[in-house]
C-alpha cells in the first residue's frame, strides 16, 4: 500500500493575503467561501494536490524543513522569477549557474521558502 498527497498545508498569519499571493503564483482563484480574517482558506490549483493556509499565532523563525519546487509551464525559469517577485516574493538564494542549470530560492510575503527550477523546455534544450 502507498500514499499520495491530498493537501500540502501552510501556517501563515494572513490565510486571505498568502492564498490569494499563491493563487496568483499557481494561476487559479481563491475558493468563493474565503474571506479576510478567515482562520482557514484554501486553494485547488490545476494539476496539484489542494493548498490549504491555517492561521498561527507565531511568526516563521528557521528555514523550512520542506519546500515547494515550482517548474514554469509556460515561460522560462528567469522569467517566471522575475513575475513572482513582482507578485510580492523575496530572493533568498541564486543557484543558478553558467551553463543554464541550477535554480533560485524564493520566499512567499509570509518567508515560506520555495525553489524555482528550470522549466520542461529548457531541460530538454539542455540535454
Known sequence: MSSGIRSVTIDCHDTYALAG?????????RQPDDFP???????????????IFVQVPEGKTVKNRMHVCLEPADRDRDAEVERLLAL???????????????????????GNEFCVLRSAAERAATA
Do not use: H
Request: hydrophobic share 35%.
Open 21 to 29: 499571493f499563491w493563487a496568483e503564483v499557481y494561476g487559479c482563484s
Open 37 to 51: 480574517g478567515d482562520p482557514e482558506a484554501m486553494l485547488l490549483p490545476p494539476g496539484g494536490p489542494m493548498v
Open 88 to 110: 510580492g516574493a523575496t530572493q533568498i538564494d541564486d543557484q543558478r549557474r553558467p551553463d543554464g542549470t541550477g535554480w533560485v530560492v524564493l520566499a512567499d510575503p509570509e
